[in-house]
């Protein structure tokens, strides 16, 4: 007993992808988009601490390493036990080992903010990967980048925002 004919079962089951295709492609980008700029930065970040060799602890709340020119695609990350250590020859950081890199191989930094994330991102001389940095608030973003030596290069948007709060 079959109540519905092949043709109309075969249009029932097209539609039913046809509209499941559409919720995944067009609903599901929508509501992480939504959810992203639901979020908003922190105004009461951690302080940044002295380590005691004159270098500044940053507290992260991520690390991440990504491909220069692409921003918010990353290859690794690190969200256990990220670093970043503002010293006076240079920035120690940490995504999957520790790493240093002195102020000559700093190209520029730049600072990105989506929703509840504040990343800022410094290019290195010699390579096409970053280290992103997530700080979670324009606040400390600002008094990270106040740490920088002046001669570091900063993006139009890190310089806004470094002017904008002085």
């Given at each position: 007993m079959n109540w519905m004919s092949e043709p109309a079962q075969k249009?029932?089951?097209e539609t039913l992808l046809f509209l499941g295709g559409l919720l995944v492609?067009?609903?599901l980008p929508w509501l992480v988009w939504r959810r992203l700029l639901s979020?908003?930065?922190s105004i009461t970040p951690l302080p940044i601490i002295d380590d005691g060799n004159g270098g500044k602890i940053v507290p992260l709340i991520a690390t991440f390493s990504g491909l220069r020119g692409l921003p918010w695609i990353g290859f690794a990350s690190n969200n256990l036990n990220p670093r970043l250590v503002i010293e006076s020859d240079g920035i120690s950081y940490q995504i999957s080992m520790l790493r240093f890199r002195g102020w000559g191989d700093i190209i520029q930094v730049d600072v990105r903010s989506?929703?509840?994330t504040v990343n800022l991102s410094?290019?290195?001389r010699n390579s096409l990967f970053?280290?992103?940095a997530n700080v979670?608030?324009?606040?400390l973003a600002v008094q990270t980048l106040a740490l920088l030596p002046d001669?570091?290069?900063l993006t139009d948007r890190a310089k806004s925002l470094l002017m904008g709060a002085g």
């Open positions: 249009f029932m089951v492609t067009v609903g979020g908003r930065p989506v929703g509840a410094f290019a290195f970053t280290f992103d979670g608030s324009t606040m001669h570091i290069a």
